[in-house]
């Protein structure tokens, strides 16, 4: 299954917002509304931060958002802070006629200037 | 808490086996589905496959398929992962993760164990 493509890098300066596409072909990002997105810091496990496309689960701050239009999803950073520098990856499920599998896109690091 | 840890991981020669534990506290492991996740060094991640909540079916990612196998105790709250014909591209960190079906998403991540595929 081919990864999703997300730009590899991506900056924006404190307290600006700065937007992460993850792009798939139907079949994936665009026939199944699972696009989740996770946050991953140097050397630690990868957190969840958005599920079911847009939702947030609790404890994540209401400064990360995203949406989904067509086979394209994206995450929003607003307001940024020097603890948002890091990686982000998003994943979405496929299902083909009798098959199961979930990737990721490559990952995108994001830098606060 | 909710915990996941791995365990299992090292260093084994190209064509070797390695098999990788996950242990599962503070949450009903027997009612989800698992997944493991993989992370060579400097890359992004990698779906390895899953497993059905009660054993029943699993799923590989096309470039392990043949090779892995993932496997459940539900008794004992444990996932495994055995690895055959290991070669350098599967050196990685190596995660398990609790597939919650309602969020559908992946809620917990353990913190990973290290597989080196080296001679």
């Known amino acids: 299954q081919s990864a999703l493509t997300q730009p590899p890098s991506a900056s924006g300066s404190p307290g600006q917002s700065v937007t992460i596409s993850c792009t798939g072909i139907?079949?994936?990002?665009?026939?199944?509304?699972?696009v989740s997105w996770y946050q991953q810091h140097p050397g630690k496990a990868p957190k969840l931060i958005i599920y079911d496309n847009t939702k947030r689960p609790s404890g994540v701050p209401d400064r990360f958002s995203a949406s989904k239009s067509g086979n394209t999803a994206s995450l929003t950073v607003s307001g940024l802070q020097a603890e948002d520098e890091t990686d982000y990856y998003c994943a979405s499920y496929i299902a083909t006629n009798n098959w199961v599998s979930w990737v990721f896109g490559g990952g995108t690091r994001l830098t606060v200037l | 808490q909710v915990h996941l840890v791995e365990s299992g991981g090292g260093v084994v020669q190209p064509g070797g086996s390695l098999r990788l534990s996950c242990a599962a506290s503070a949450f009903n492991f027997a009612g989800h589905g698992m997944h493991w996740v993989r992370q060579a060094p400097g890359k992004g991640l990698d779906w390895v496959g899953l497993?059905?909540?009660?054993?029943?079916?699993?799923y590989y990612g096309d470039s392990v398929r043949g090779r892995f196998t993932i496997s459940r105790d539900n008794s004992r709250n444990t996932l495994f992962l055995q690895m055959n014909g290991l070669g350098v591209d599967d050196t990685a960190v190596y995660y398990c993760?609790?597939?919650?079906?309602?969020?559908?998403?992946?809620?917990?991540w353990g913190k990973g164990t290290l597989v080196t595929v080296s001679s």
């Open positions: 139907s079949g994936d990002v665009g026939v199944y509304n699972y």
């Open positions: 993760t609790k597939y919650d079906g309602t969020l559908r998403a992946f809620d917990i």
């Open positions: 497993i059905r909540y009660d054993g029943t079916e699993t």
